[in-house]
Nanobody, 120 residues
Framework: VQVVESGGGLVQVGGTLRLSCAAS????????MGWYRRSPGKGRELVAGISSRGATVYADSVKGRFTLSRDNDKNAVHLQMNNVIPEDTAIYYC???????????????WGQGTQVTVSS
């Protein structure tokens, strides 16, 4: 399974950005997909996850601002980022896994990451 992200870039505080991720290869085995991020001086943290049935989880820091959606026909997920803040600056990684038991962990397939920078 290959996972490829797109859509990162520079955005101003309060602006919007949309990240996309597509899985290819043995995608019939994929159930859940999610986004993590890593910022300087911090460890990797879950941003949001979604199962094949549409169940979602979000980090408290992005609830109400970010929305994760899924296109099962295209094996893709999209992270809509609204009202961004400087703390959202990070490398964002898309991830995928074969189960939906815990959307916050257990991802085995990872993309290369895409940089998101929020300017104030």
């Amino acid at each position: 399974v290959q996972v490829v992200e797109s859509g990162g870039g520079l955005v101003q505080v309060g602006g919007t950005l949309r990240l996309s991720c597509a899985a290819s290869g043995s995608v019939v085995s994929i159930d859940s997909m999610g986004w993590y991020r890593r910022s300087p001086g911090k460890g990797r943290e879950l941003v949001a996850g979604i199962s094949s049935r549409g169940a979602t989880v979000y980090a408290d820091s992005v609830k109400g601002r970010f929305t994760l959606s899924r296109d099962n026909d295209k094996n893709a997920v999209h992270l809509q980022m609204n009202n961004v803040i400087p703390e959202d600056t990070a490398i964002y990684y898309c991830a995928a896994k074969q189960d939906s038991y815990d959307l916050r962990s257990g991802y085995g397939y990872w993309g290369q990451g895409t940089q998101v920078t929020v300017s104030s």
